[in-house]
């Protein structure tokens, strides 16, 4: 993609700056994930020497995703920096990239960071993210649809009362 690609093609020793912004077309480059509706602007700052380049990333704004247990739309607020060295070499044989250290051959110009870009949003998202509760503690999932996917029941602490326990106790105080 190509306004993901960071090219540093004669770039000065120093500092640059770069802005990217992540949005819905973004995303639908990477079905296979959960985030949909996405506005999320990553400001770059690069540093340049002779033989690296820092690249510090600040991510901020937001993403849809959709609840585990029901499927109602969540939002998930995206907030957190993150800083890779890229080292350059004559050689990248033997040298394996790690999360926050690439390896890049002398001759090349530039990086694409659509990949990196996306793994890193999308790690912002829970393993399991469900709708929140209500001020009563219930869940506001859509039961109509928990029910249909036979999903289980949130487990509640032995010997507390059940919802209907409690809508019973009520009817009779009224
Ligand atoms: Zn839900």
Same mark, same amino acid.
């Given at each position: 993609?190509?306004?993901y690609m960071?090219?540093?093609? *004669?770039?000065s020793?120093?500092?640059h700056?770069f802005?990217?912004?992540l949005?819905d077309?973004?995303f639908a480059?990477? @079905?296979?994930g959960?985030i949909?509706q =996405? &506005?999320v602007?990553v &400001?770059?700052t690069?540093e340049?020497? %002779?033989?690296?380049?820092?690249?510090h990333?600040?991510f =901020?704004?937001?993403?849809?995703?959709?609840c585990d247990?029901?499927?109602?739309?969540? &939002?998930c @607020?995206v =907030?957190?920096?993150d800083?890779? #060295?890229v080292?350059f070499?004559?050689d990248t044989?033997?040298?394996?990239d790690?999360?926050?250290l690439?390896?890049? %051959? %002398?001759?090349?110009?530039k990086?694409?960071l659509?990949?990196?870009?996306?793994e890193?949003?999308a790690?912002?998202?829970? #393993?399991q993210m469900?709708c @929140? %509760? &209500?001020e009563t *503690?219930r869940?506001?999932c859509?039961a109509?649809?928990v029910?249909?996917? *036979?999903? @289980?029941e949130?487990?509640?602490?032995a010997g507390?009362l059940s919802?209907?326990?409690l =809508?019973?106790l009520?009817?009779?105080k009224?």
């Amino acid at each position: 993609m190509g306004d993901y690609m960071l090219s540093f093609a *004669g770039l000065s020793m120093g500092r640059h700056t770069f802005r990217y912004r992540l949005d819905d077309a973004f995303f639908a480059c990477f @079905p296979e994930g959960d985030i949909r509706q =996405a &506005d999320v602007t990553v &400001d770059l700052t690069l540093e340049r020497t %002779e033989r690296l380049m820092r690249l510090h990333f600040d991510f =901020a704004g937001r993403f849809k995703t959709a609840c585990d247990r029901c499927l109602n739309e969540l &939002d998930c @607020p995206v =907030a957190f920096q993150d800083e890779v #060295i890229v080292r350059f070499t004559a050689d990248t044989d033997g040298k394996e990239d790690e999360d926050n250290l690439w390896w890049v %051959e %002398e001759h090349r110009d530039k990086l694409d960071l659509s990949q990196y870009l996306y793994e890193t949003v999308a790690l912002q998202r829970p #393993i399991q993210m469900f709708c @929140p %509760e &209500d001020e009563t *503690g219930r869940s506001t999932c859509n039961a109509a649809v928990v029910e249909r996917m *036979g999903a @289980p029941e949130r487990t509640k602490p032995a010997g507390a009362l059940s919802e209907d326990n409690l =809508a019973v106790l009520r009817s009779l105080k009224n």
